[in-house]
Nanobody, 115 residues
């Protein structure tokens, strides 16, 4: 099994910043990609950003230029630096790990942006 532990969520005013972290442990042998998804109340879960082992990144249009995803392969950890936060960014943020066709999810961390 793979375990994902997220941290760094919280309450911030619009225009502020937060940094999320997600550490993976357990049966890790060939990570294809790690990333972040989010789910706002009444909405479907959506991709925020992903990063592959070699550093290729993919961002949702809504966060491009404001969010930066990075990873530490040695620590099996992925980060999401979120700047210029907006109330629309309010959601539960979930860490995701893709390994050999399987997707693993963290428990989620709440991010609330007040106007």
């Amino acid at each position: 099994q793979v375990q994902l532990v997220e941290s760094g969520g919280g309450l911030v005013q619009a225009g502020g910043s937060l940094r999320l972290s997600c550490a993976a442990s357990g049966s890790i042998f060939k990570i294809n990609a790690m990333g972040w998804y989010r789910q706002a109340p009444g909405k479907q879960r959506e991709l925020v950003a992903t990063i592959t082992t070699i550093g290729s990144t993919n961002y949702a249009d809504s966060v491009k230029g404001r969010f930066t995803i990075s990873r530490d392969n040695a620590k099996n950890t992925v980060y999401l630096q979120m700047n210029s936060l907006k109330p629309d960014d309010t959601a539960v943020y979930y860490c995701n790990l893709q390994q050999v066709g399987y997707h693993y999810w963290g428990q989620g961390t709440q991010v609330t942006v007040s106007s």
